[in-house]
C-alpha cells in the first residue's frame, strides 16, 4: 500500500482471516458471532468477562490467506487448502459486513495487498477460531 495507512483501530481486536476452500456463509455468520460475542476482555475485577463491545473496542479484519498454509510435509509451506483469491474476497467482505451489521467498529486492510500491520498485544492473549 505504498507508506498509505488503509485501516487503524485503538483498543480491540486484531482479526486475522484466512479463508479455507470449502468455507461458505455459514461460516462466515458463525465465526462472526463468535468474533462479536467472545467475552475476552477484563471486567472490573480483571477477569475475562466482557465482549469486544462491552469493552468499547472495535476491530481491524486483516485478510491472511498463509492462515491457510500446511507445514505437515516438507519443508515449504502448502497454500492448496486455501481459497482461490474471488471466493475469498467474497467471504472477507461478508465476514466484515456480518461484523458491521451486529453494530460494531470494523476497520479493515486490503485484500491481497502487502502490508505492514503493527500491532500493541495488550497481555498474553491471542485466540484461534
Sequence with gaps: M???????IGAGL?????????DGPDDVEAYAAKTAELRIFGDAAGRMN?????AGGA???VSQFTLAGS?????RPSFDGAEEP??????YLAY????????LSVATGAFGAM???ELVNDGPVTFLL
Design 14 to 22: 486484531l482479526v486475522f482471516i484466512g479463508v479455507e476452500r470449502g
Design 115 to 117: 502490508m505492514e500491520v
Design 96 to 103: 466484515v459486513e456480518a461484523l458491521r451489521e451486529r453494530g
Design 71 to 75: 507445514t505437515r510435509r516438507g519443508l
Design 50 to 54: 466482557l465482549d469486544v463491545r462491552q
Design 2 to 8: 505504498e507508506g498509505r495507512r488503509v485501516g487503524s
Design 86 to 91: 474471488g471466493r475469498a474476497n467474497e467471504l
Design 59 to 61: 476491530i481491524l479484519v
